[in-house]
């Protein structure tokens, strides 16, 4: 069965939903998760650079603290359900490449996550980034709607 799962969490309520889901699953395959969230680069169009330079620190420290506290979280979910639990935070272009790309320096064997989150549509059944992830994933992808 599995042995590392993948679970991309953008801290959205769906998105946090899937959470206890992959954790059991994980559980009840005897496997260990990697958590990852990924936010996007800090862009923004400026006359000032002393706007820009302070704006972009302030982004830094709130999404560094955001991602933070929601790893946190979820790895105390995780300990209180008896899963073995490493988080990961980064910043990226393109969410989805960099989920992958944790899926595959980590080692992981399958990648968990929700049908759409923060960036989903509602005419769409599932999220971009999790279309980006089954489109592009070389292991397989279990989706929690």
């Known amino acids: 069965m599995f042995k590392h799962i993948l679970l991309p ?18 559980r009840s395959c005897g496997a260990r998760v990697t958590v990852v969230h990924v936010v996007s680069d800090y862009h923004v169009f400026s006359c ?10 302030q982004y830094l420290q709130q999404t ?5 506290m929601l790893l946190a979280g979820i790895g105390e979910q995780a300990k209180e359900m008896g ?5 990961v935070a980064l910043s990226a272009e393109e969410a989805y490449e960099a ?8 080692g992981c064997d399958l990648v968990c996550m929700a049908a759409h989150g923060r960036h989903g ?4 059944p599932l999220g971009s980034e999790t279309l ?5 994933s070389h292991i397989p992808v279990l989706v929690f709607r």
């Open 9 to 26: 969490t953008d801290g959205s309520p769906l998105s946090a939903s899937a959470i206890p889901r992959a954790l059991a699953l994980a």
């Open 48 to 57: 000032g650079a002393e706007i820009l330079a302070e704006t972009r620190e």
């Open 64 to 68: 560094a603290t955001h991602a933070r």
């Open 83 to 87: 899963v073995r639990c490493d988080t």
């Open 99 to 106: 989920m992958l790309q944790t899926a595959r320096e980590q």
């Open 121 to 124: 549509n509602k005419g769409l």
């Open 132 to 136: 980006k992830v089954l489109a592009h």
